[in-house]
């Protein structure tokens, strides 16, 4: 079956980093999304990965290592408007999106 | 770019009746579209695909006669509740797609059943 883990919740302190990992087992991979979602809202695009290594977008990373399936989002200079879900997804064989449960991450001041 | 809109924003509505709930790409044409549904607390569940002019993909668990989709145009997709029940009520929300693989989301409608 197609698998993906991430922890269910985060704390993190405002000004901090934070790294958010996620493990996945699908058919096929066609690439990997990281969104954020905020309470009672549609999520959000953050990153794309497809090839191996950093991606890195202001105080967003996102890594990818495909032979271990593996990624993992950082946030830098924590804000307490960063306090979300943030949700990875995995593109399978099909171009479906597989969803992970979300982090909730908590930022406390 | 890349605007979706759905509407309306919330509804409440009787059980027994019927909601409607519109989804549009302002600004590109939608080659697919994807309904999803989300409970609290809980992520995303993909509850079908649909691609213009031809039927809807449901999910496995996923009721085709209650939950019917129409995507008649390429801007264009419709999700009906029918027969809403209590247990329907969730945050029901919609994403499309063109040539490329990023989807793109609207901002959702939360139905409540009473």
């Known amino acids: 079956g197609q698998n993906i883990d991430q922890p269910t919740e985060m704390t993190a302190t405002e000004g901090a980093i934070v790294q958010i990992n996620c493990t996945y087992q699908?058919?096929?991979?066609?690439?990997l999304f990281w969104y954020q979602q905020h309470a009672g809202e549609a999520p959000t695009f953050l990153s794309y990965n497809v090839l191996d290594g950093l991606e890195e977008k202001g105080r967003f990373s996102s890594f990818l290592s495909r032979s271990k399936g593996y990624s993992y989002l950082l946030l830098k200079e924590l804000q307490m408007k960063d306090s979300a879900s943030y949700l990875c997804?995995?593109?399978?064989?099909?171009?479906?999106?597989?969803w992970g449960a979300g982090t909730k991450l908590i930022i406390k001041p | 770019g890349a605007v979706v809109s759905q509407h309306p924003s919330w509804v409440i509505c009787k059980s027994g009746t019927s909601v409607k709930i519109e989804c549009r790409s302002l600004?590109?044409?939608?080659?697919?579209m994807f309904w999803y549904r989300q409970f609290p607390k809980q992520s995303l569940m993909l509850m079908a695909t649909?691609?213009?002019?031809?039927?809807?993909?449901?999910e496995q668990g996923v009721e085709k006669d209650k939950f019917l989709i129409n995507h008649a145009s390429l801007t264009l997709s419709t999700l009906t509740v029918t027969s809403a029940h209590p247990e329907d009520s969730s945050f029901y929300i919609c994403?499309?797609?063109?040539?490329?693989?990023?989807?793109?989301f609207g901002p959702g409608t939360r139905l409540t059943v009473t």
């Open positions: 649909s691609n213009e002019g031809s039927k809807a993909t449901y």
């Open positions: 600004d590109f044409q939608a080659t697919t």
């Open positions: 994403s499309a797609r063109e040539e490329t693989i990023e989807q793109y």
């Open positions: 699908t058919s096929g991979f066609n690439g």
């Open positions: 997804a995995v593109l399978d064989s099909n171009y479906q999106l597989i």
